[in-house]
């Protein structure tokens, strides 16, 4: 069963202070890498889609990377805008060897950036 | 362009009731997916359609049920609620089935059930 996994849980940063978020998988045919922005009570909101190993792609503070096992949120120099659940979640293909549309979600990073 | 649209905001309901949440999808986009986010967590995959017929289903029980209109907006039924029930029901779309396009996400629907 495909398996996702975000580090930290939880990470508080000073304004300025930049970091790196983890989502590590465990898939059987990785079509798909994509990050998330979700605020408190509202649907997550699209970043990035990373499809193949040494992608990276960049959006203002934010830069997304991919490894074969793993993928990278890093946030550089960050604001208190900032602050949010990012989620991480892959797309993979199924029995019969169609990536139908079922994305597996991590847990999410709450992220609080402190000015 | 207006987004993913979902219907209605907040629900509140007793258990044993039924209840149907609404979506309309991003314009010309005619693939639905259905998640259940509880308090804490990721979302989890209930259902994707495509052009009106189911295409995935994840681990849910029978007591939830979806269908997709011809115009390509979403219904998602839970019969029987339990207070297990209660989440946030996040609607995504996206243009075509078994494809890697990005799924958009609507504002969700907060269920409480009491």
């Known amino acids: 069963e495909d398996q996702v996994t975000q580090s930290p849980e939880a990470l508080r940063l000073q304004e300025g202070e930049s970091s790196s978020l983890n989502c590590s998988y465990t898939v059987s045919g990785l079509r798909g890498l994509f990050w998330y922005r979700q605020d408190p009570g509202k649907g997550p909101e699209f970043l990035f889609t990373?499809?193949?190993a040494g992608e990276e792609k960049e959006k203002e503070r934010l830069k997304a990377t991919l490894t074969k096992k793993e993928s990278f949120l890093h946030i550089t120099a960050p604001k208190p805008e900032d602050s949010a659940t990012y989620l991480c979640a892959v797309l993979t293909t199924n029995a019969g060897g169609t990536s139908y549309g079922k994305l597996t979600f991590g847990q999410g990073t709450i992220l609080t950036v402190h000015p | 362009d207006a987004g993913v649209t979902q219907s209605p905001t907040h629900l509140i309901k007793t258990r044993g009731q039924q209840v149907t949440l609404r979506c309309s999808p991003i314009?010309?986009?005619?693939?639905v997916s259905w998640y259940q986010q509880v308090l804490g967590q990721g979302p989890q995959f209930i259902f994707q359609?495509?052009?009106?017929?189911?295409?995935g289903r994840g681990n849910f029980p029978d007591r939830f049920s979806a269908r997709q209109f011809p115009n390509y907006s979403s219904e998602l039924n839970v019969n029987a609620l339990l207070l297990g029930d209660s989440a946030l029901y996040l609607c995504?779309?996206?243009?075509?089935?078994?494809?890697?396009?990005?799924?958009?996400f609507g504002p969700g629907t907060r269920l409480t059930v009491l």
């Open positions: 990373l499809y193949s």
């Open positions: 995504a779309s996206s243009s075509h089935w078994g494809s890697t396009d990005t799924q958009y």
């Open positions: 314009s010309g986009h005619k693939s």
């Open positions: 359609y495509y052009e009106k017929e189911e295409r």
